[in-house]
């Protein structure tokens, strides 16, 4: 221990000194005395539980000499005695497991003398270190008090509810934790499957063991791939990891096509409906665990073709293998990102066992991002800057079981940089990507370019010598934004029924603002865009798009939020179809105390159409009064009322069939309730 931290520890007694924490009437310094801590029934210590530890009869001089550590932290600030005992309430829980607590006496001749030394274990209870159940649950009750010209309206008492379960169960050297969603609804049809009033949405039981960790129910296995894209799924898996070196292996099993409700168990009965696989990572520079990352990916599995169903009639069953290897490293002190992909598939499309063979594909991707510096300062304030490129080609075959809503058939090269410095941010990617990556004789082969440019700005209050912020100026804390999006599409090899050449094009240009006061703020918006088709399939068009809104605080009590919206499309080839489409909307809310609050919102639309083919209007208005009767505050339900009614009234100038003029009124209660135990 240091001298500067004695010294710390030092000043700490003094003040306690001040406080009367240690105070005694003057007595003869014993030479040889042990402090005594109180144990409580069981041995177990509670995470906020008061730690009391006895002592002798000392002077005062020895009493202001002492202090208490906790985990190596000096907590002598934070004791309080009553009598012979010193008490010390943790401010934060204790975390669960074993603690140390340590008294020491500094001597006056410079020494530093251990008094009391104990090894405490916060525990749940003597058979579990951490046992708890936490929930969350709401429950609405709803009646329908009144209503005119609804159609096919449902019951007028309705009824629906979630609660949202966490669980965990622990010991020295194993953890389980757990966690469900169950729903209910009087309405079958609201309902995951359609049916039943009650059902469990996601589930996930994990349990760890030293390095071993498992998992059943929904979760996914890995960060995405072009094998495993967006795959939360129900199953199992199992893995090893070693946090020294950052290496670990899994394996998996998981349902092909999500599951909802309480069916089919863990999801993995299914063979014909099952993806299996392993996944393994590793960091193999022990020296920087940052410098690069490998991980590599094989799965095979089979499921139902959302497509088509086979020559029998049932659904066709599909699937294949694949497999993926990435590298992602940094170098030159982080400032170079390198990150590489290569993966291949095996993959039988048509779901027939002796049909057509197999396909076999590709697919790769290389990136590289240069960021020239890191915690550059200039003027006071952080600049950030980044430039990369990134190649990606995917087989025109390419498909993984785990990736069902993959991409493939695409090759794209994409080159994008960022800018970030004293309120500007600058975002800019410039993108080619061609499809027939195989040159299939048959196919045509299109190319699209996409360029997206986005400058924000938002003025930084420079701050005065003595550190001091000016006064916002009248039109408040804005912030400016520009959007630009540049998308060619055209034919670069021809076919018999499509020729080479521009084939589409699209121009869209938005500019924002926004500006924010302290009780209130406002912003602006206008877009703009074209769209041209070269073939004919589709009109050309032009597009102006117009937004206003605000949000206004009066008062503690008043909000009110204004909004308009105006859009119109002129269509080149055809001027009579130009349409135009109008939009306001006007919330007010008013809080009568904390417990109760209103809410009215009314919404008008307009739309037609140059022709005369359309021309409706339609009002909406709903309102709300709400009154909290109890907060739910632990194992106490909380209660609120409320009183809603809707209108809705839609006139038809065209089709008078159309026409609508209804209303509904409810009252509402719903019960809130977080237990933890």
Request: charged residues 20%; negative net charge; proline residues 5%.
């Amino acid at each position: 221990m240091n001298k500067n931290t004695s010294l710390v520890r030092l000043l700490s007694c003094a003040c306690l000194m001040a406080l009367s924490v240690f105070t005694a009437p003057s007595l003869a310094a014993p030479t040889d005395w042990k402090p005594e801590l109180l144990i409580p029934p069981k041995d177990v210590f509670a995470p906020s539980e008061t730690l009391r530890i006895t002592l002798p009869k000392l002077p005062n001089e020895t009493l202001q000499r002492l202090a208490l550590e906790l985990d190596d932290m000096d907590v002598t600030s934070l004791v309080t005695r009553e009598g012979n005992q010193a008490m010390f309430a943790p401010p934060q829980p204790m975390a669960w497991g074993r603690h140390q607590l340590r008294m020491v006496e500094y001597a006056a001749d410079g020494s530093i003398i251990e008094r009391g030394a104990w090894t405490l274990e916060v525990r749940q209870s003597a058979h579990f270190r951490e046992a708890q159940l936490n929930g969350n649950a709401t429950l609405n009750l709803t009646r329908r008090i009144s209503d005119d010209a609804l159609v096919n309206p449902p019951g007028r008492d309705q009824a629906n509810g979630a609660m949202q379960l966490q669980g965990a169960l622990a010991d020295d050297n194993w953890r389980l934790n757990g966690t469900a969603d169950i729903l209910g609804n009087t309405q079958e049809n609201q309902m995951p499957r359609n049916k039943n009033r009650m059902d469990i949405g996601n589930f996930l039981v994990t349990g760890n063991a030293g390095l071993l960790t498992v998992n059943a129910g929904h979760h996914t296995i890995a960060s995405d791939s072009f094998v495993m894209q967006g795959f939360n799924r129900r199953g199992v898996s199992a893995s090893v990891a070693s946090p020294e070196t950052g290496a670990s292996i899994t394996g998996f099993g998981l349902r092909n096509q999500d599951i909802y409700g309480a069916q089919k168990g863990l999801g993995i009965g299914d063979t014909n409906n099952r993806v299996n696989g392993i996944v393994t990572t590793a960091r193999p520079v022990s020296s920087d665990r940052d410098a690069l990352f490998l991980s590599a990916v094989y799965l095979s599995g089979e499921g139902p073709d959302q497509l088509g169903v086979s020559a029998g009639g049932d659904p066709a069953v599909n699937g294949g293998r694949a497999g993926s290897l990435i590298a992602d490293g940094n170098l030159l002190e982080k400032r170079v990102r390198l990150r590489g992909e290569y993966a291949a598939t095996e993959f039988d499309f048509d779901g027939q066992r002796t049909g057509n063979p197999a396909q076999n594909d590709q697919a790769y991707s290389a990136m590289a991002i240069f960021t020239p510096w890191h915690q550059l300062v200039v003027k006071g304030q952080p600049m950030a800057a980044s430039i990369g490129v990134e190649n990606k080609r995917i087989g025109t075959f390419f498909r993984s079981p785990a990736s069902p809503g993959g991409v493939a058939d695409r090759e794209i090269i994409r080159s994008f940089a960022t800018f970030d410095w004293y309120g500007l941010n600058a975002q800019l990617s410039l993108g080619n990507e061609t499809d027939n990556v195989d040159n299939l004789a048959l196919l045509p082969r299109t190319e699209t370019s996409q360029d997206i440019l986005s400058l924000t700005y938002t003025p930084l209050p420079i701050p005065s010598p003595d550190g001091q912020l000016p006064p916002p100026a009248w039109y408040g804390q804005p912030t400016y934004n520009i959007t630009y999006v540049d998308v060619d599409q055209g034919v670069e090899k021809a076919t018999a029924t499509l020729a080479s050449g521009a084939l589409h094009a699209t121009r869209n240009t938005t500019l924002s603002a926004m500006f924010n006061y302290s009780t209130w703020s406002w912003s602006v918006s206008h877009a703009t865009g074209k769209d041209e088709d070269f073939i004919n399939v589709a009109p050309d068009t032009k597009n102006r798009m117009t937004q206003l809104s605000a949000n206004v605080r009066i008062g503690e009590k008043l909000s009110v939020s204004p909004s308009v919206q105006f859009n119109e499309i002129t269509n080149r080839d055809n001027r009579t179809l130009d349409s135009d489409t109008m939009t306001a909307g006007l919330n007010l809310g008013y809080a009568f105390s904390q417990r109760v609050n209103s809410n009215l919102g009314y919404n008008v639309n307009r739309q037609q159409v140059n022709d005369g083919s359309t021309n409706t209007r339609s009002h909406d208005i709903a309102g709300s009064l709400s009154w909290t009767v109890q907060p739910a505050q632990g194992l106490k339900p909380g209660v609120a009322l409320s009183l809603e009614g809707q209108y809705h009234d839609v006139e038809d100038r065209v089709t008078t069939t159309n026409n609508q003029n209804n209303y509904q009124v409810f009252m509402k209660a719903s019960v809130s309730w977080q237990p933890g135990y």
